[in-house]
């Protein structure tokens, strides 16, 4: 069996070279897989599942970008890889309705799952970052499905605004912030590793791809960190029959 795993690649309008590079990716590397995890952030921003009626009429060209990712996913689905899609810290709203056009299923953040023989916890990885007081508050109202019903209950040009005011706020906010607020904490990491009772993790979120090595009650373990995409550059975890999970740079 075959795994991949990818995360953030924050896909917008305004980056088409990303989106035309994760297209052609999913032709040539991830068809005939056995499965596909998609680690939170697969869009740069979403405002509810009901953008996909726009079409072409949502001049923002959100909507026909998702209808399109959706179809290729479907596609892949459809030859037998199982999707299973993540929340990110972007895209917290994306629904039942996508993961049904596209094929794929919901996965929980966190969620342990079994890989190359091993039981792995898999996450998106803001969860992680508890020195960023700020942030989590803003997780905590983000996540909370009251919150939610309430904002998809507005009309969708509100939400477009809404969705690029917090994109705003969120890059103000990180050009004012220490590098090591905003990377994992390394205690918090330990703690939920032990409460899974696992000895691998493998997350995104914080853009630092690499593989890490420490030690979660007393036995080695490893955290392995996805990277995001860029035009021309991208990032994936392989996980073939019992073997180790790869991190993987590649050219789009």
Same mark, same amino acid.
């Given at each position: 069996?075959?795994?991949?795993?990818?995360?953030?690649?924050?896909?917008?309008?305004?980056?088409?070279?990303?989106? #035309?590079? /994760?297209? *052609?990716?999913?032709? @040539?590397?991830?068809?005939?897989?056995? !499965?596909?995890?998609? =680690? %939170?952030?697969?869009?740069?921003?979403?405002?509810?599942?009901?953008?996909?009626?726009?079409?072409?009429?949502?001049?923002?060209?959100?909507?026909?970008?998702?209808?399109?990712?959706?179809?290729?996913?479907?596609?892949?689905?459809?030859?037998?890889?199982?999707?299973?899609?993540?929340?990110?810290?972007?895209?917290?709203?994306?629904? #039942?309705? /996508?993961? *049904?056009?596209?094929? @794929?299923?919901?996965?929980?953040?966190? !969620?342990?799952?079994? =890989? %190359?023989?091993?039981?792995?916890?898999?996450?998106?990885?803001?969860?992680?970052?508890?020195?960023?007081?700020?942030?989590?508050?803003?997780?905590?109202?983000?996540?909370?499905?009251?919150?939610?019903?309430?904002?998809?209950?507005?009309?969708?040009?509100?939400?477009?605004?809404?969705?690029?005011?917090?994109?705003?706020?969120?890059? #103000?906010?990180?050009?004012?912030?220490?590098?090591?607020?905003?990377?994992?904490?390394?205690?918090?990491?330990?703690?939920?590793?032990?409460?899974?009772?696992?000895?691998?993790?493998?997350?995104?979120?914080?853009?630092?791809?690499?593989?890490?090595?420490?030690?979660?009650?007393?036995?080695?373990?490893?955290?392995?960190?996805?990277?995001?995409?860029?035009?021309?550059?991208?990032?994936?975890?392989?996980?073939?029959?019992?073997?180790?999970?790869?991190?993987?740079?590649?050219?789009?």
């Amino acid at each position: 069996m075959t795994t991949l795993l990818i995360s953030d690649l924050h896909l917008h309008p305004g980056a088409p070279d990303v989106t #035309e590079g /994760f297209l *052609r990716w999913l032709e @040539a590397r991830a068809d005939g897989v056995d !499965a596909l995890y998609v =680690l %939170g952030d697969f869009f740069e921003a979403w405002i509810g599942d009901d953008l996909l009626d726009l079409g072409d009429a949502d001049p923002t060209g959100n909507a026909a970008l998702a209808q399109r990712v959706a179809k290729a996913l479907r596609r892949l689905a459809d030859g037998g890889t199982e999707i299973r899609l993540m929340h990110g810290n972007r895209d917290f709203l994306l629904g #039942e309705r /996508f993961a *049904r056009d596209a094929g @794929a299923s919901l996965l929980p953040d966190p !969620a342990v799952v079994e =890989l %190359g023989g091993q039981r792995v916890l898999l996450m998106h990885g803001d969860s992680l970052c508890t020195r960023d007081e700020a942030y989590m508050a803003f997780r905590a109202q983000a996540r909370n499905p009251q919150w939610q019903q309430q904002i998809l209950a507005m009309p969708l040009q509100d939400r477009l605004a809404l969705a690029q005011s917090l994109r705003q706020q969120s890059g #103000e906010a990180t050009s004012n912030k220490a590098d090591d607020i905003m990377d994992v904490t390394p205690e918090e990491v330990e703690k939920v590793m032990a409460e899974h009772g696992v000895t691998s993790l493998i997350h995104g979120h914080t853009h630092r791809p690499a593989v890490h090595r420490l030690e979660v009650d007393g036995q080695p373990a490893r955290r392995y960190v996805l990277g995001d995409w860029q035009p021309g550059q991208g990032w994936e975890i392989v996980v073939e029959d019992d073997g180790e999970p790869e991190l993987r740079e590649f050219s789009l």
